[in-house]
C-alpha cells in the first residue's frame, strides 16, 4: 500500500456556484500492466473564503440560509433511504434554504453526491453534542475526535458543496476549547482553507481566530426570542438553532394555533438575525426528531420521546412555519389566518390541596384539645416534648399519622406547583436528564408535570417514603449507644420534629403565583434553608434524646451522615455516569445562557 498524490491544471473552469451547480468528472485510471479499471469522481470548481465575517462564494458576498437537518424518517428512523434524501434536499432547496447542516450523525454517503448536484451547500457534523471541556482535554477523545473528522475529510473534500467541517456542536465558549479547535484544525485540515465550524452554547459572539467559524445557539425552548445586536472586530459568526416550539400553552395539542404562534416566533427571529452583523442563520430544524430521553416540554398528550421542532412532521407533512419560511425568503405566497393568543390556565389543584390540608389541621386543633397542645408543646418545649416520647411519658400512633400525612402532602404541594411551573425550562429539564440515567423515571416526571394531581399524591408518597426511611435509619444508628429506640419511637420523633415546617402550609395557596416573580427564587432559596435549618436544630434534639448523647456529639453525628450521603452521590454519579463533568457544564454553560441579559 501507499499514497500516490495527483496534481493538474484545468484552465477556465466553469465555477461551482448555488444558482449554477457545475460538476466535471474526474476519471482516474489504475493499471499495473496487466490490466487496468478506471474510478470515476464528481468534483467541482469554487472559491470560498472568510472575509470581514462573510462568506464569499467564488469572490460574491452570501448570506447563509440554513437548516438543520437529521437524517431520520418516520417508521425507519436513520435507516433513511437515498431517495427520501434526495427528496428533502431538494425540497430544502426549492424552498429558498441555500445550506443544509447534517445534525445527529455524519451525513449518508449520498449527501454530498446529491448536493453537489443541487446546488446546496453542505456542513456536515460528527453528531457530538454537549461535550465537556474536561473530556475534549482528554488524549483519547481528541485522538478519536481527530480520527473522525479526518476520515470524513479525506473521504469527501473533493465535493464543492462543503462549505466546512463541524468540529462539535453545543460547546461552551472559552479558550481552552479555542486552543483545542486551533490543534485540531492544524492536524486535520494543514494546508486546506476550509473553516472549522464550532456550535457555541452561548448567546454572545466573540472575537475567533482565523480558520474557526462560530454558531450561536439560541435557547431550544424560549418561545420569545432573545435577540442581542453584538459585533466582534474579529471572526466569522452564524446565529444557530433558531425555532420555537408551539406555544407552551397549546403544547398539549397540536393545533392550528400552535402552529401559527410558532411560525409567528421564527419569522421574527429570523428578522430580527438578519438585521445584526452577522455571516446568516441557520434553523432548526427540517422535520420532527425522536430523541433518546423524554423532554418535560413534550407536554401530556404528546409522544415523549419526538420533539416537534420540525418545518415540517416526522413523516414529512408541511407546517404553517415551513410556508412562512418559503415566504420570508421568496419561494412562496401564503395568507395565515388570526387568531387569538390562548388564556393561561391557573392550575386550581395546587390551592385546592392546600385548603383541604389546612382545613384538616384547623380542624383537629379545634376538636382535638390533646393535638392541640402536643402541637404547642413540639414548638414551645421542643426538646422536653421528645423526651417524653422517648420515656414512654406519651405515644398515640393516630396523632403521628395525621401529623405524617399532612406534612408530606403539604410538602408534595409545592414540589408539584415547582415542577409544574417549571415545565417549559430548558435549564430543569437539561438537570433531569443529567441526574436521572432511567428512562421510566423521567417519563414519570414528564407525566407529573402536565397533571398536578397525580404529581401532589406522588410527591407526598415520595416524601413519606424518605421519611420513614430516615426514621428506620435513626433505629439503626441508636444501636451503638446508651439509648436504644424502638422503631415506633424513631417514627414519631421524625415526624413530630418535621412539624416545623407546617407553617410553609399556606404558601400552598399562592407559591405557583409568586414563581412568576424573579424575585421570589431568592426569597424561596432563603426560606427553604431556613426551615431546613430549624429542621436539622429539632434533629439534632432528637439524636440527643433518643441515643442520650451530647448535643456536641449529635450535632457531629448530623455532619458524618450528610457528608457520607453527599460523598455516595458524588461517587456513584461520578463512576457510573461520569456526571461531575456535565454538572459543571450545566452550571457554567447553561445557566448563565439561561438566565442572561434578557
Not at 417549571?422 to 423515571?441: E, H, W
Request: hydrophobic share 50%; proline share 5%.
Amino acid at each position: 500500500t501507499g499514497t500516490v498524490h495527483l496534481s493538474g491544471n484545468v484552465r477556465d473552469p466553469q465555477l461551482w456556484s448555488i444558482s449554477e451547480p457545475r460538476l466535471y468528472t474526474l476519471n482516474i485510471i489504475i493499471s499495473d500492466g496487466e490490466g487496468s479499471f478506471g474510478v470515476p469522481i464528481t468534483v467541482g470548481f469554487r472559491e470560498i473564503k472568510w472575509e470581514s465575517g462573510q462568506v464569499l462564494l467564488n469572490g460574491n458576498a452570501l448570506e447563509i440560509r440554513g437548516i438543520d437537518y437529521r437524517q431520520e424518517s418516520h417508521g425507519v428512523g436513520a435507516a433513511i433511504s437515498t431517495e427520501q434524501i434526495e427528496r428533502d434536499l431538494t425540497r430544502i432547496r426549492n424552498q429558498g434554504f441555500n445550506l443544509v447542516r447534517v445534525t445527529g450523525s455524519v451525513p449518508h454517503p449520498a449527501t454530498y453526491d446529491i448536493c453537489d448536484r443541487l446546488g446546496l451547500m453542505l456542513l456536515p457534523g460528527t453528531g457530538l453534542r454537549g461535550v465537556p471541556i474536561g473530556l475534549m482535554t482528554q488524549p483519547a477523545f481528541r485522538s478519536r475526535l481527530e480520527s473522525m473528522l479526518r476520515r470524513e475529510i479525506l473521504s469527501n473534500d473533493h465535493h464543492p458543496s462543503v462549505l466546512g467541517w463541524e468540529m462539535v456542536d453545543w460547546a461552551p465558549y472559552s479558550p481552552t476549547l479555542l486552543e483545542i479547535a486551533i490543534e485540531v484544525r492544524s492536524t486535520v485540515l494543514a494546508g486546506r482553507d476550509e473553516a472549522l465550524f464550532i456550535g457555541f452554547a452561548s448567546d454572545v459572539a466573540q472575537d475567533l481566530p482565523d480558520g474557526i467559524v462560530g454558531m450561536r445557539n439560541r435557547i431550544p425552548y424560549l418561545f420569545e426570542e432573545r435577540v442581542t445586536p453584538q459585533s466582534v472586530s474579529h471572526g466569522a459568526w452564524l446565529a444557530a438553532g433558531l425555532g420555537a416550539l408551539a406555544s407552551p400553552l397549546t403544547l398539549d395539542e397540536d393545533s392550528l394555533q400552535s402552529e401559527i404562534r410558532q411560525s409567528d416566533a421564527l419569522v421574527r427571529q429570523v428578522n430580527a438575525i438578519r438585521e445584526l452583523p452577522l455571516a446568516g442563520f441557520i434553523i432548526d430544524s427540517y422535520n420532527d426528531r425522536r430523541a433518546a430521553l423524554p423532554m418535560l416540554i413534550a407536554g401530556a398528550q404528546l409522544e415523549t420521546d419526538l420533539i416537534r421542532r420540525g418545518l415540517v412532521t416526522e413523516g414529512r407533512e408541511e407546517r404553517i412555519s415551513w410556508q412562512r419560511v418559503g415566504d420570508l425568503l421568496g419561494q412562496v405566497q401564503i395568507d395565515v389566518p388570526v387568531v387569538e393568543s390562548p388564556k393561561v390556565q391557573f392550575p386550581v389543584e395546587f390551592p385546592i390541596a392546600t385548603l383541604i390540608i389546612g382545613g384538616i389541621l384547623l380542624l383537629m386543633m379545634r376538636q382535638n384539645n390533646v393535638f392541640r397542645h402536643n402541637l404547642r408543646r413540639v414548638f414551645a418545649h421542643t426538646h422536653g416534648f421528645f423526651a417524653d416520647i422517648v420515656d414512654r411519658r406519651y405515644f398515640q400512633g393516630g396523632q403521628t399519622m395525621l401529623v405524617a400525612i399532612i406534612f408530606a402532602t403539604a410538602q408534595g404541594v409545592l414540589l408539584a406547583s415547582l415542577l409544574n411551573h417549571s415545565r417549559f425550562y430548558f435549564g430543569l429539564d437539561y438537570l433531569f436528564t443529567l441526574i436521572i440515567p432511567f428512562y421510566q423515571a423521567k417519563a414519570l416526571l414528564v407525566y407529573w408535570a402536565w397533571h398536578p394531581i397525580y404529581a401532589i399524591l406522588a410527591f407526598s408518597a415520595i416524601v413519606l417514603v424518605l421519611w420513614i426511611v430516615g426514621a428506620v435509619a435513626l433505629r439503626l444508628l441508636s444501636i451503638p449507644f446508651p439509648g436504644q429506640m424502638k422503631l415506633r419511637h424513631s417514627l414519631a420523633l421524625i415526624f413530630w420534629a418535621a412539624t416545623c415546617f407546617l407553617p410553609l402550609i399556606p404558601l400552598g395557596l399562592v407559591h405557583y403565583r409568586l414563581l412568576d416573580f424573579a424575585w421570589f427564587k431568592w426569597v424561596q432559596i432563603s426560606l427553604f434553608g431556613l426551615f431546613w435549618f430549624w429542621f436539622l436544630i429539632r434533629v439534632s434534639s432528637v439524636i440527643r434524646v433518643g441515643f442520650r448523647v451530647s448535643s456536641r456529639t449529635a450535632w457531629i453525628l448530623i455532619f458524618i451522615i450528610i457528608l457520607v450521603t453527599a460523598g455516595s452521590l458524588v461517587t456513584v454519579y461520578r463512576g457510573g455516569f461520569a456526571i461531575t463533568d456535565y454538572i459543571r457544564y450545566y452550571s457554567d454553560v447553561i445557566l448563565p445562557w439561561i438566565e442572561g441579559p434578557a
